[in-house]
């Protein structure tokens, strides 16, 4: 299950950690608090760290900042694509 961390409110650890949402719901889930924010901290880097990629690239290549695994420590590690970007072209499901 992902859970979009803009609708998180408040974290508590109960012992288990419950997440309320702004809505009121409430999410138990394994996690112990300071791996769901370190989580949602590192999805939140790597969104803006591919933003900032893709800007800045001239070439056009394409770059996947897949979100960590828990086996892998939480670091998330950085997966180019070649290939040409359509200039000025949006991706589907943002045509205005």
Do not use: Q, W
Request: net charge negative.
């Amino acid at each position: 299950m992902f859970i979009n961390e803009d609708l998180i409110e408040s974290i508590e650890a109960t012992p288990d950690t419950v997440l309320t949402l702004v809505d009121g719901r409430k999410i138990v889930v394994a996690d112990p608090p300071h791996i769901v924010v370190d989580r949602a901290r590192l999805y939140r880097a790597s969104v803006l760290a591919a933003t900032e990629e893709l800007r800045t690239r001239p070439s056009g290549e394409l770059v996947m900042f897949p979100v960590a695994d828990a086996g892998d420590g939480g670091v998330a590690k950085a997966e180019t694509k070649p290939g040409p970007r359509a200039a000025g072209r949006r991706p589907a499901g943002g045509e205005r």
